[in-house]
């Protein structure tokens, strides 16, 4: 089993920029294929950013493409997801989530573990 925690989240106004982080421990944290789900209220969780165990592959969300970055750092046990231009669009409680997997995947119910998640709140 792996525990996550997620930081990073705040209020900004359109055009901004957020860092989030995820902090892993329990299992050895390369052995995870790693994604960031957003949230809003009404709304299903929704896939945003995916990177494989060894970063060589990775999936935006077309509503994020080009303005979301996501990286990690096996080192340090941490992922991270670079959001830059942000809009009101993407207001949500922002999760990370592991799975134990080569493949990487954009669906929330393949990933077993998760983050509590961090709120953005973007205003326009």
């Known amino acids: 089993q792996v525990q996550l925690v997620e930081s990073g989240g705040g209020l900004v106004q359109a055009g901004d920029s957020l860092r989030l982080s995820c902090t892993a421990s329990g299992r050895t944290f390369s052995n995870y294929a790693m994604g960031w789900f957003r949230q809003a209220p009404g709304k299903e969780r929704e896939f945003v950013a995916a990177l494989s165990r060894s970063s060589r592959t990775t999936y935006y969300a077309d509503s994020v493409k080009g303005r979301f970055t996501i990286s990690r750092d096996n080192a340090k046990n941490m992922v991270y997801l670079q959001m830059n231009s942000l809009k009101s669009e993407d207001t949500a409680v922002y999760y990370c989530?592991?799975?134990?997997?080569?493949?990487?995947?954009?669906?929330?119910?393949?990933?077993?573990?998760w983050g509590q998640g961090t709120q953005v709140t973007v205003s326009s």
């Open positions: 989530a592991a799975q134990f997997v080569t493949a990487v995947t954009t669906t929330p119910s393949d990933y077993p573990y």
